[in-house]
């Protein structure tokens, strides 16, 4: 039975959809089979990230709608064998989605697929909320900012309410000449509340903003520092997520 992961975050632009995207592929180059589902409807971006956008015909919303099966809102995404992707919609739904919507499609998606990760919207509102459905750990992204680290806490609670226990924490944009000149909140700020549950620590990096714009996630670039710090945060969610 396969695992369903939720990545969210308080706010936008905390490189989110860039975690989903690597971590997918990461985890696909592994030998795993990963579905990425995008749930940030209307703002969709993960398309991007994987430089999918031309090669999207039915998107989530089509299939808890029943306009299309599971599998036609699958794609391939040939550069890497196991990983398949389902976009979000352009538009909000007319109809009411509910977490046991996406609970039903993960719980399907489960029997065949080893990790189903899923991108959330920023916030804490009824669609980060649905895109808890059937997931079995959290996965919160947080920047050095105080905003930011102030959200992650109202976004752990929000998580926690919808009963998954396991939550974990990427800290992204890492700039250690802001943190040294004051500039920033300092890394033992930024880790203070969260240390033990810290699954990756990713820096500021200019590579990171290019993959994204040419649609190459960065992991899939090997024998790399960041693609190395992508393998090993898989591996502690792995842990995580096989503890009992």
Avoid at 95 to 114: Q, R
């Amino acid at each position: 039975m396969g695992k369903a992961i939720v990545i969210a975050s308080g706010k936008g632009g905390t490189g989110k959809t860039m975690l989903a995207a690597n971590l997918g592929v990461t985890l696909a180059r592994q030998g795993h089979n990963v579905v990425l589902i995008d749930l940030d409807t209307g703002l969709r971006n993960l398309d991007l990230c994987l430089g999918m956008e031309n090669n999207i015909v039915y998107d989530v919303n089509d299939v808890l709608t029943g306009v299309c099966r599971i599998k036609q809102a699958l794609v391939k995404v040939k550069a890497f064998p196991g990983l398949r992707f389902m976009a979000a919609s352009p538009q909000k739904p007319s109809g009411e989605i509910t977490p046991l919507h996406i609970k039903v499609l993960c719980n399907k998606l489960k029997k065949k697929y080893d990790y189903i990760i899923i991108d959330a919207p920023a916030g804490i509102d009824d669609g980060m909320v649905v895109a808890t459905g059937g997931c079995d750990m959290g996965v919160i992204v947080v920047t050095p900012e105080y905003a930011s680290l102030r959200n992650a806490q109202i976004v752990k609670e929000t998580i926690a309410a919808q009963g998954i226990e396991k939550i974990a924490y990427v800290v992204n944009r890492i700039d250690l000449n802001l943190m040294k000149s004051g500039r920033a909140p300092s890394f033992d700020e930024v880790t203070k509340n969260i240390r033990d549950n810290i699954v990756g620590i990713i820096q500021e990096d200019e590579n990171i903003h290019i993959s994204t714009n040419l649609g190459i996630p960065i992991a899939s670039i090997t024998d790399t520092p960041i693609s190395a710090r992508f393998v090993a945060m898989a591996a502690r969610i792995r842990r995580m997520l096989d503890e009992e």
